[in-house]
């Protein structure tokens, strides 16, 4: 049965139809789904029978895997090192709010999350994250994905003027919901790295923006309020309704995505019902800036 796609939303998100990722897959069908996967940034896998292994090999189809314990080496502040969360395995990662004596037994575990790039606070962001559901609620969860191809191609010649060249402070700790007050918190203390606004894609050379709400702080170069008022502007467009696709989990689902060109943020859910995923990533490397490339595709 041949490899199908089918889009899910007018800007983002593709479901793929017609294979078993649970096995080895020919290389016909790894390309296309790799096209599909460049054409759509979101991919969904429906009705999926995976163990740890199971999806591990599949990741490994689309790069190197990334690794769970995060350096990050930020320009003109001391290396800060941490381990995200509790260990599953060396690649893995569990997403829940089960917990065992009282503890999670993953990361993220209750309510809602603010958009947002995976890992874009390190020097290196992972590419790719590949996130499979094994308990889902009865309800929430939800996992939203935001086209940042399509919020850069809506932006206005003057605004993309204003962002030309600049770069951006992203950095994150512990918090879903809000950003961290760095007037409290010393950057020696969270991990944080200065990114190009906006980003050069490798394989489509394509311009897609790079700041979102929950790990975007400050733009280089700008005072506080005049950061703040155009970091607003541009969440305007990241996060606009119709440049969306909203993915309601069912137990075997496994959505891919591409931290480059897409923003992702979840939806509360009850804190009483089990929610359990398990996550591997492709290993990234140091993002383009748009105006570093010598080719464009606007």
């Known amino acids: 049965?041949?490899?199908?796609?089918?889009?899910?939303?007018?800007?983002?998100?593709a479901e793929i139809r017609g294979v078993d990722i649970s096995q080895p897959l020919a290389a016909e069908d790894v390309a296309a789904i790799r096209q599909a996967w460049l054409d759509h940034c979101v991919l969904l896998f429906r009705d999926q029978s995976l163990d740890a292994n199971q999806q591990r090999a599949f990741v490994r189809n689309f790069g190197e895997l990334g690794g769970r314990k995060v350096r990050v080496e930020p320009q003109n502040y001391k290396a800060v090192e941490k381990q995200e969360g509790p260990d599953y395995n060396a690649d893995a990662m569990l997403?829940?709010?089960?917990?065992?004596?009282?503890?999670?037994?993953?990361?993220?575990?209750?309510?809602?999350?603010?958009?947002?790039?995976?890992?874009?606070?390190?020097?290196?962001?992972?590419?790719?994250?590949?996130?499979?559901?094994?308990?889902?609620?009865?309800?929430?969860?939800d996992t939203m994905f935001s086209s940042m191809y399509e919020a850069y191609a809506r932006l206005p010649q003057a605004l993309r003027e204003r962002i030309e060249g600049r770069t951006v402070l992203q950095a994150f700790d512990e918090y879903q919901d809000r950003r961290i007050?760095?007037?409290e918190r010393p950057l020696s203390q969270v991990p944080h790295c200065f990114q190009p606004i906006v980003v050069r894609h490798p394989e489509t050379a394509r311009r897609a923006i790079y700041v979102n709400r929950l790990m975007s702080h400050r733009i280089e170069g700008l005072d506080e309020a005049e950061s703040?008022?155009?970091?607003e502007e541009l969440f305007a467009y990241t996060e606009a309704p119709d440049i969306r696709y909203t993915h309601v989990w069912s137990p075997g689902d496994l959505l891919m995505w591409?931290?480059?060109?897409?923003?992702?943020?979840?939806?509360?859910?009850?804190a009483d019902e089990r929610r359990l995923m398990r996550r591997y990533t492709i290993a990234g490397a140091p993002?383009?800036?748009?105006w570093d490339a010598q080719t464009a595709a606007e």
């Open 287 to 290: 993002v383009t800036p748009a």
């Open 228 to 231: 703040e008022a155009l970091l």
């Open 258 to 270: 591409d931290n480059l060109c897409s923003t992702h943020a979840r939806t509360d859910f009850p």
């Open 181 to 183: 007050d760095l007037r």
């Open 1 to 13: 049965m041949p490899v199908t796609v089918h889009p899910l939303s007018p800007h983002i998100g």
């Open 95 to 141: 997403v829940s709010n089960i917990r065992e004596g009282g503890k999670p037994i993953g990361v993220l575990p209750d309510g809602e999350m603010w958009f947002h790039h995976d890992m874009c606070y390190s020097p290196q962001p992972n590419r790719a994250s590949f996130l499979y559901a094994i308990e889902v609620p009865s309800r929430g969860g």
